[in-house]
């Protein structure tokens, strides 16, 4: 079944430590997303890729980073920069910038 | 700057009864598009119904219905005779113009509840 894998569910951090969340999907699509959720709120977006080897940032893009080195692929760190880090992350991909997104499950990151 | 305003935090609603919820917009392109989505407990965001700006007729997929009304802004989500499994929080979201095409905004979410 075609779909969005994010990995893992849940994620603990450490303080100054960076962590990576990853995303992979094999539906083909050539634009993904990573999107932050807080308890209560909406998503906001973090960054954002439309071909290989190439990204944006979003409007919350301060203190994370990510790679787009192959299609299927799009890790999200969280840099020890991100002061508060505990939020539900989404990831997103779709087939180009301008159709519905479709959403993996997501990955809970709180802080220890 | 585009937003989304959902002003219903909480809606309760009885099994098989319809149900509105309120989504008003503000953006100043003339391309755009409207979305809904549903997010179980579960915590994934499934897509439902989607509204380009330019579309004459109110879009519709099953149960789900957009009431879409440009002059006023507002594409409120219709779900019609209600499910216990439609219990889920509701986002809105806008892609902006050219520009904005790669960024979806999402309002604050509606809380559905469907009571037995």
């Known amino acids: 079944d075609g779909g969005i894998t994010q990995s893992p569910k849940y994620l603990f951090r450490k303080e100054g430590q960076n962590v990576t969340l990853s995303c992979e999907q094999n539906l083909n699509h050539d634009a993904m997303y990573w999107y932050r959720q807080d308890p209560g709120q909406g998503l906001r977006l973090i960054y954002y890729s439309q071909i290989v080897n190439d990204f944006q940032k979003g409007d919350i893009a301060e203190g994370y980073s990510v790679s787009r080195e192959k299609k299927e692929s799009f890790p999200l760190t969280v840099t020890s920069a991100q002061k508060n880090p505990t939020a539900f992350y989404l990831c997103?991909?779709?087939?180009?910038?301008?159709?519905?997104?479709?959403f993996g499950d997501g990955t809970r990151l709180s802080i220890l | 700057a585009q937003k989304i305003t959902q002003t219903q935090p909480g809606m309760f609603v009885q099994e098989k009864e319809a149900v509105t919820l309120d989504c008003t917009y503000d953006?100043?392109?003339?391309?755009?598009?409207l979305f809904w989505y549903k997010q179980p407990s579960s915590g994934e965001m499934i897509f439902l119904i989607y509204q380009g700006s330019y579309d004459e007729q109110n879009a519709t997929e099953g149960r789900y219905s957009l009431n879409f009304q440009k002059a006023r802004k507002s594409a409120n989500l219709v779900i019609s005779a209600s499910q216990l499994g439609d219990s889920a929080m509701y986002f809105c979201?806008?892609?902006?113009?050219?520009?904005?095409?790669?960024?979806?905004?999402f309002g604050q979410g509606t809380r559905l509840t469907i009571n037995p």
């Open positions: 953006t100043s392109d003339q391309s755009y598009g």
């Open positions: 997103a991909s779709s087939r180009f910038s301008a159709e519905p997104q479709h």
């Open positions: 979201a806008m892609r902006g113009g050219i520009q904005g095409a790669q960024k979806l905004v």
